[in-house]
């Protein structure tokens, strides 16, 4: 009874202090008989948050780990990262693989995104097996990106969207990243 009143108790200290979590798991260890609970909050842990931890007295002990967003794994481990995506479909006829792919609807996996070179130059295709869906230049691709993440974060206004809001953070390094790349091509493109 203990485990899941302590699991409700910091998923709403949590959520209190804007950081909202799932619990895990929780459970009794085998060996030492010692009750476990295991959270996942999406935006980290607050320091409110720790100084509750040291002073409730049904906790003994607690670790935290922080766990790479998707975009910085893709950053730092960018081949390992693609690795796990090789179940990806033949491409349509035409193109080469540039890097990826990557699923954009998993579990099901039916639809990818890849980086390709083809007919039409080097560019993003988002396909199914053997069918393009959409094709787009770079310059395409990064406008596009750019309206999809304006988009997104009006997003964050309207509704209350935990997978748009627990990725916040890897939407604003987006932006920045996007803007500054875009100001680069049209300062090139202009001279």
């Known amino acids: 009874m203990l485990l899941p ?3 409700d108790a910091v998923e709403r200290h949590l959520e ?17 008989h010692e009750g476990f609970v295991i959270l996942e909050a999406a935006r980290g842990i607050p320091l409110a948050v720790f100084q509750w931890l040291e ?18 794994e893709h950053e730092a481990f960018p081949a390992e990262w693609y690795q796990l995506h090789l179940s990806a479909p033949a491409l349509p006829d035409g193109y080469t693989l540039l890097a990826g792919p990557i699923s954009i609807d998993s579990p099901s996996d039916e639809r990818w995104l890849g ?14 097996e053997q069918k393009a869906l959409l094709f787009l230049t770079v310059e395409e691709a990064l406008r596009s990106t750019l309206h999809l993440y304006r988009m997104t974060t009006t997003l964050l206004n309207c509704c209350s969207s935990g997978f748009v809001q627990a990725h916040a953070q890897d939407l604003a390094v987006l932006l920045r990243d ?13 001279a």
């Open 178 to 190: 996007l803007s500054g790349r875009l100001n680069a091509r049209k300062e090139a493109h202009d």
């Open 115 to 128: 980086l390709v070179t083809g007919p039409e130059g080097d560019g993003m295709l988002y396909y199914e």
């Open 5 to 7: 009143r302590l699991a």
């Open 55 to 72: 002073e409730d007295a049904r906790v003994l002990d607690y670790t935290v780990n922080d766990v790479a967003s998707t975009l910085q």
């Open 16 to 32: 209190d202090c804007g950081s909202p979590a799932t619990t895990l798991l929780y459970g009794v260890t085998t060996k030492r």
